[in-house]
């Protein structure tokens, strides 16, 4: 035990100073107004997931998640997963972070396979995107109007085609999935008393935050200094093909798009109404924006703090392939666009 101990300091150690000696090489190449952003951006970023992750964790001790996850039952059934996925994919409606940690500890435990808690991490990433985008749909159908209205039609179009591609998946291999184990996998009714589970979610959320920072400080940072430099700035390299379909003013909506939905709303708002932007048009580049934040989001968030979910690299292939799914139907969705566009 004292050797395993041993070892396990040293790796903390070991991960702590790379973390910091990455994160410091970073900053040097940074200007000093995005450092100061990027660090804001990972304080909150800390702030918020350990928040829902205490929330989460003493929920789910105290057993109330488990009862609440009777709303996502009947999908749970239909792919031939384990209950314990259902009340993970309840805690996704606030937390994706929260879902995947009690997806983590029920693999842990024995619960769940390997290929059980991935599973139940892909069903449950569209759940949290989908209440993700509902927070701020409301002011940006009130701006857009039916253009928004589109938008998301196209974009809860694709949720819908991840998830139940997933379902679809995780029901086709359930005999695999199955062998040698029981089927039902229902949880346990266990209710730790308020106290312990208040101990239980802080120990939790105390461990996961410290190998989150030590992930994302150094990830996000590096992103950022990419982003700096152009690294991810397209536009000067489209192909003709793409140029037929939006005009010069798209570019400003797609710019807009990375400071947020509320951005490139306003942005589009004028150029709908000076008839710059056709409503397709607008569809298509908030589309592409979306292709877009889905890479430097799983780059910046989504591999770091999925590493400090999941054990060993399944953290990695689980914010790759959901970053995959999202946007291969994404476009699709954009290919719609695309046929309705040359169509009009």
Known sequence: MNSSRKKQHFRLIVATILSLVASLCAAYCMESSELWRNWNTIFRILLEVGGLTLAAAVLEARGILHKLGVVFAPLVRFARLPAEIAAAMTAALASG???GLMLASARTKG???RREMIYGALVCSPVSIFMFNLSMMFPVLAILKMAGVWYYIASYASLSG??????MCARFTASRRMAGRAPDGAPGNETAPWPLAIRHGLKRTGKFLLRVALLTMPVLLWTAVAIQN??????????AGVREYLPPAAWTVFAARFGGMLSAAGAASSLLEQQLLSMPQLVLVLLAGNVINGVVRMLRRGIPVSLGIYPGTDGMWIAVISAVLRIGFTLFAMGITILIISRG
Do not use: C, I, Q, Y
């Not at 991840?162 to 379902?167: E, F, K, Q, R």
């Not at 152009?230 to 192909?239: I, Q």
């Open 111 to 113: 619960k769940l396979s």
């Open 162 to 167: 991840m998830l139940l591609a997933v379902l």
């Open 230 to 239: 152009g690294v991810f700035d397209f536009t000067g390299e489209l192909p």
């Open 97 to 99: 972070t929260a879902a």
